[in-house]
């Protein structure tokens, strides 16, 4: 695993992503909330195996104790990632989709003149929204920029520093700016832990086991119900609401991997990030307003 953090900047609130990514469509999501002082909350915890969306929603202090599911149908199981809303990944696939897939679907690709002899440009569409992104072939035919024009308005992703693992490129530095009503939203992130193309169990992607007493809400089945009754849902609710919350807790490390295809553009008609990757699977990331 590669550490590719710099010095955390402690001072203030931050989000923490925590992000598993497997081929095809596979992928777990957890995202932190984390105060100077160290207390943090978990905010979203979401996995896919291809086929079932779970909602994971855990006690306040305690992230590995479930206290509720939401099984819904995957509404993609072609290399759609709808819940990879973090900063860095829309500089890998931008909108949760492999540039590939934009290509497909009519996107053009042309020197861009002004940037390099390295640089190109695909312009496309996501949600029907004019879709821009300056790709460096240098570096995998990753974007160091992408642009998005939704309502009117611009906003973009702004890579600032790459770095190599296991003969992989991924943006560890960088930067989203978008209009407000009062000003201008500027988000910055870091990536604080990075691992390519490691192995990982496609249980983490899976339904986990279902203790007594947590609630399911089943959508795929219209089945919803407290499992092992209502009195295990009572039960379970007092004991950690009785516990000392301990906000201190980690989370486990994230690590996630791809398998390299052959290509003659390994990005983009491999499957952008899906033949190279990667995000396989990336790590803890940082996103504070400046």
Not at 103 to 130: F, S
Not at 146 to 174: C, I, K
Not at 224 to 235: D, M, T, Y
Not at 244 to 266: C, F, G, H, M, Y
Request: glycine share 8%.
């Amino acid at each position: 695993m590669l550490d590719a953090q710099g010095e955390r900047d402690r001072s203030r609130p931050y989000m923490r992503h925590e992000f598993r990514f497997k081929k095809p469509s596979r992928y777990a999501l957890v995202i932190t909330s984390v105060k100077p002082d160290g207390e943090s909350k978990v905010l979203e915890s979401i996995r896919g195996d291809g086929r079932v969306r779970t909602a994971i929603r855990s006690f306040p202090g305690f992230a590995n104790e479930v206290s509720g599911l939401h099984l819904m149908n995957q509404e993609s199981t072609e290399e759609r990632y709808e819940d990879t809303k973090f900063s860095a990944l829309w500089l890998v696939m931008p909108g949760g989709r492999p540039l590939a897939a934009y290509l497909a679907e009519g996107g053009t690709l042309t020197r861009a003149e002004n940037h390099g002899p390295t640089h190109y440009i695909l312009e496309a569409r996501h949600r029907e929204n004019p879709l821009r992104c300056i790709l460096d072939s240098n570096r995998d035919w990753l974007p160091i920029r992408v642009e998005l024009e939704a309502r009117g308005q611009s906003m973009y992703w702004e890579a600032t520093r790459f770095t190599q693992d296991n003969h992989r490129w991924f943006p560890v530095e960088g930067r989203f700016t978008a209009p407000m009503s009062d000003g201008t939203l500027l988000k910055g992130f870091s990536v604080l832990r990075l691992a390519v193309n490691r192995p990982i169990d496609d249980g983490a992607f899976a339904v986990p086991k279902i203790p007594d007493g947590v609630r399911v809400e089943d959508d795929i089945t219209g089945n919803s119900h407290f499992q092992g009754g209502r009195e295990a849902w009572l039960r379970r609710r007092r004991f950690f609401g009785a516990q000392p919350v301990n906000s201190q807790r980690d989370l486990k490390n994230i690590v996630a991997s791809r398998t390299p295809e052959a290509a003659p553009w390994p990005w983009l008609i491999a499957g952008g990030a899906t033949a190279a990757l990667f995000l396989a699977g990336a790590a803890w990331i940082r996103s504070r307003a400046s």
